[in-house]
């Protein structure tokens, strides 16, 4: 047994057979269904079984299906930054994360149409416990990240993780995509979270920071939705947070979140892929202990993807809402304002404050971070 056969995606020659298990699987019927609404059954599991690798499955069956579903939910996809990059290197890919499936299959799309490496992606193994599920995200090139593990098996999984994806960066050239902390941003902060690094590092030995992650090619990526289809349903778990509860998901969310994330109105969607880390990690001061260093790492993400994240008229309404003033009011029309508002109405009870609060500072989070936020300085 390979030691990273529990995480990882599938081989090419596991494609085909894997496929054929879930071909007339009810959800991939209507997944098939609503990615080629004019064919007839028959017509995708004829094609089913020529596909023999995830390029195959990637590019005649999966990029098609996001291309739907931005089709549907979605008035314009734009990327900037893709075209700086070398079409034959492997990156390591880190981004804001806000929608549990979209985030990296945009990415992948964004890659595929710039004709660069497409990226390996982790994702929880809570997301994709139902067989289908898991079967699905490893034929997208999609590996396990163990959750809920105690502190021991915790560290252990750690290792086996960072491992892995070193192997795909540095000997398969593979690109890996990870979001900077486990979990959605929920509240609108995007932050990095050091324990992300710290994760890679345990793959660094003795070799100083700054000179492992230059060579892993980080490049932080910006991903912004105008419209969060899924952000009433964030709201409980903020509620909760701010009264200093402990939030317990209902049976199904993440599977209702995935649902709402992908065929939920979005309006606009904007990714842009930033500069590669790399001289910014030759200013990391030697005096920085380890965490230290973690830490000014993650600062230096954190930056490029506030300093690159597209604002929309949503954030600047929100902040003004927020604030009781109009001093953005240039940034957007009065018809924006009133449809933004028709939409806060609609999905909450603007009678609970904190429930109005939280929703607007969901939005206006991106604005306020990034006129906040100065360049890290060493």
């Known amino acids: 047994m390979n030691q990273f056969d529990a995480i990882r995606s599938y081989y090419d020659n596991e494609v085909n057979d894997a496929l054929k298990t879930i071909a007339d699987h009810p959800m991939m019927n209507s997944l098939m269904q609503f990615t080629f609404p004019e064919s007839k059954e028959c017509f995708w599991l004829e094609e089913f079984k020529k596909i023999n690798t995830v390029h195959d499955f990637q590019h005649q069956f999966i990029s098609k299906t996001i291309r739907q579903i931005l089709k549907e939910s979605c008035e314009d996809f734009t990327t900037s930054g893709f075209e700086k990059l070398d079409k034959n290197t492997s990156y390591l890919y880190i981004s804001n994360h806000r929608d549990i499936v979209l985030d990296t299959c945009l990415l992948n799309l964004a890659l595929m149409d710039s004709g660069c490496i497409m990226t390996s992606s982790a994702i929880g193994d809570n997301l994709v416990k139902k067989d289908f599920l898991q079967k699905i995200a490893k034929l997208n090139r999609n590996f396990l990240v163990r959750r809920g593990l105690p502190v021991r098996s915790q560290l252990e999984s750690s290792t086996l993780l960072s491992q892995y994806i070193c192997k795909l960066l540095k000997e398969d050239n593979r690109s890996v995509w990870i979001a900077q902390k486990e ?196």
């Open 183 to 378: 979990g959605r941003t929920k509240d609108g902060d995007d932050r990095t979270n050091p324990g992300v690094l710290k994760m890679l590092a345990l793959n660094a030995d003795k070799e100083p920071l700054y000179s492992f992650f230059k060579k892993l090619k980080i490049v932080p990526v910006s991903i912004s939705y105008e419209l969060d289809p899924t952000d009433v349903l964030k709201m409980p778990q903020l509620i909760a947070q701010s009264k200093n509860e402990k939030y317990i998901k209902a049976d199904n969310e993440d599977f209702t979140s995935i649902l709402q994330g992908v065929l939920g109105q979005k309006k606009r969607i904007h990714l842009h892929a930033g500069e590669v880390l790399d001289h910014e990690l030759d200013l990391l001061p030697a005096s920085q202990n380890k965490n230290q260093q973690l830490q000014s790492i993650a600062k230096i993400i954190d930056h490029s993807i506030l300093k690159n994240y597209k604002l929309w008229p949503s954030q600047f309404i929100a902040k003004d809402l927020l604030e009781g003033k109009i001093s953005s009011s240039s940034k957007y029309t009065e018809e924006e304002k009133n449809f933004f508002l028709s939409r806060l109405e609609s999905r909450i009870d603007k009678s609970d404050t904190a429930l109005k609060n939280n929703f607007l500072l969901m939005y206006a989070k991106p604005l306020l971070n990034m006129t906040a936020s100065p360049k890290p300085n060493y």
